[in-house]
């Protein structure tokens, strides 16, 4: 569990328990956002029901280690300079319900994040967010990807690997959105593989 500015996350929990901890948990954190995240296991739907929790995100999650790496260096990336923060904060903070936020990837942007963008006609066009700072700490993990064609995502898939292998890290993990069968087939071109699954859960204020 981690609780960081008003935020509070509960972690692969079985139903009855959840049940049995959260009329006190939820008198703790009250006016807190709430998250409930499940890695690989089915998500107790009649609990997270009562507690009237709603599905955030359900995702695949795709591992890639050194020896499947397929760089895709056909598109010009680079990694974001400060002075273009503006821009892609204007362009990340389109994403509905991201917990990093541009103000807080921000606060952390020197130790914790490496973000290779792709520029159409000088103005940002696309990035990767690449987590270098992971509670693992041979695992980096892509948190976000928007692209405008399948070669910069490629490109940027590419180039945010590149920064987490020289972090020294040596396992990748992106979570495609189930269903989201483009992306998916983006992410095997470069090397990726299926590893896992990942479904999480939001209550907006506790």
Not at 108 to 130: C, N, T
């Amino acid at each position: 569990m981690e609780d960081t500015a008003r935020y509070v996350k509960i972690n692969d929990i079985e139903g009855s328990e959840l049940l049995r901890i959260w009329d006190e948990f939820k008198a703790k954190h009250a006016g807190f956002e709430c998250n409930l995240c499940f890695h690989n296991m089915e998500p107790p739907y009649d609990a997270l029901e009562k507690i009237g929790a709603t599905l955030l995100e359900d995702c695949i999650g795709m591992g890639l280690t050194p020896e499947n790496f397929k760089p895709f260096r056909q598109v010009e990336v680079a990694l974001l300079d400060k002075k273009d923060f503006a821009a892609f904060a204007k362009l990340h903070d389109q994403l509905p319900d991201m917990y990093w936020t541009s103000s807080r990837i921000w606060d952390r942007f020197d130790d914790m994040w490496r973000i290779p963008v792709y520029k159409e006609q000088s103005e940002l066009a696309g990035y990767a967010l690449m987590n270098i700072s992971m509670h693992k700490r041979n695992e980096g993990e892509i948190f976000a990807i928007q692209a405008p064609t399948p070669q910069a995502r490629k490109a940027l898939l590419t180039a945010a690997v590149e920064e987490a292998f020289k972090a020294e890290k040596d396992h990748i993990l992106h979570m495609v959105e189930r269903g989201n069968d483009i992306e998916y087939e983006e992410s095997e071109a470069i090397g990726f593989i299926e590893v896992s699954y990942y479904r999480g859960f939001e209550i907006k204020e506790l």
